[in-house]
């Protein structure tokens, strides 16, 4: 089937750390990945995408690249900020067979001045 | 301004009654889901639609129920059947079910006192 793995939470990090958070993935078809952002109390806003392989996905200084061959998806930050505080979930949709998303189990980050 | 909706955003019901969440979406898309989100979890989809008058379950569709009579409304029913429904209810759409994103509505917090 179609699942989205990513690292386990809460991640602290001080203001201007740099930020990785892993995503894997396993599909039966071709997707596309997304990276939403949730803060609190909210819906989830899309940050990033990608629609093939090596595409790279970029917003607000966040950025990641669809890695076919290790079927990744990682989200990464050179220089985090405070109000970057929020649940990241990775996502994926298959290009074809009208399937819904498919969402990992998010990633809490909390960055202190 | 282009959007999806959800009312209320706080909502309190007493046990064994039914209640029922708004969703309403100006975006022209053909598909709609039901997401919810407990604390601490990821999003569990309930139900979804990729036209009006369908629908199908997701993976947590008992004691729920949804209609899609127009486009633009995706209304959940949360009914006395679900033994467990305090939690955050997300609404999304998309263009339509294949390899698009979702957007996402603000969310509706149902409390059952």
């Known amino acids: 089937g179609n699942s989205v793995t990513q690292m386990e939470g809460p991640v602290t990090l001080s203001e201007e750390a740099f930020l990785t958070i892993n995503c894997t993935y396993t599909?039966?078809?071709?997707?596309?990945l997304f990276w939403y952002v949730q803060y609190p109390g909210e819906g989830l806003q899309l940050l990033l995408k990608a629609t093939k392989a090596d595409d790279k996905g970029s917003n607000k200084g966040f950025e990641a690249t669809y890695r076919k061959e290790t079927t990744s998806f990682h989200l990464e930050k050179g220089s985090v900020q405070v109000s970057d505080s929020a649940v990241y979930f990775c996502a994926l949709i298959l290009n074809s067979g009208n399937t819904p998303l498919v969402f990992g189990k998010g990633t809490r980050l909390s960055v202190i001045a | 301004d282009g959007g999806i909706t959800q009312s209320p955003k706080y909502l309190f019901r007493k046990e064994g009654q039914n209640v029922t969440l708004s969703c309403e979406q100006n975006l022209n898309h053909d598909a709609m889901y039901w997401y919810r989100q407990d604390p601490g979890q990821g999003l569990r989809l309930i139900y979804y639609s990729q036209i009006v008058n369908d629908f199908q379950k997701g993976d947590i569709a008992e004691g729920y129920s949804v209609s899609r009579e127009k486009k633009e409304s995706f209304p959940l029913t949360v009914t006395s059947a679900q033994k467990n429904p305090t939690a955050f209810y997300l609404c999304a759409s998309s263009i339509d079910g294949s390899g698009y994103e979702q957007f996402f509505g603000p969310g509706t917090r149902l409390t059952v006192l």
């Open positions: 599909a039966t078809g071709y997707p596309s």
